[in-house]
Nanobody, 119 residues
Framework: QLQASGGGLVQAGGSLRLSCAAS????????MGWWRQTPGKEREFVAA????????SYADSVKGRLTISRDNAKNTVYLQMNNLKPEDTAVYYC??????????????WGQGTQVTVSS
């Protein structure tokens, strides 16, 4: 079971730090990703990090503002979100990721966390 947390309401230009933890299962050996979804739209890829934390991939829309990281000892993945924009408003999800296709390896999205950025 994956659970994202740390979302909230923030003004444009503000920051949030999202966390993602798994219960009952470890993802230490997996590349991990973050996605986001707004009503009426498909879920879109945001960021990915390989198992060791040495390689990252970001959607063009978030480069330079969002940073993905992980703590394998805690079985937790993070998404530091800086200089937030209203278009970042969405429900954010995490999951193990297929690096080539940016798809969810576990096919289970778990609980997302709502991020709302006001202008």
């Amino acid at each position: 079971q994956l659970q994202a947390s740390g979302g909230g309401l923030v003004q444009a230009g503000g920051s949030l730090r999202l966390s993602c933890a798994a219960s009952g299962r470890t993802f230490r050996s997996y590349a991990m990703g973050w996605w986001r979804q707004t009503p009426g739209k498909e879920r879109e890829f945001v960021a990915a990090l390989n198992w060791s934390g040495g390689m990252t991939s970001y959607a063009d829309s978030v480069k330079g503002r969002l940073t993905i990281s992980r703590d394998n000892a805690k079985n937790t993945v993070y998404l530091q979100m800086n200089n937030l924009k209203p278009e970042d408003t969405a429900v954010y999800y995490c999951a193990p990721i297929d690096w080539g296709t940016h798809t969810n390896l576990w096919h289970n999205w778990g609980q997302g966390t709502q991020v709302t950025v006001s202008s």
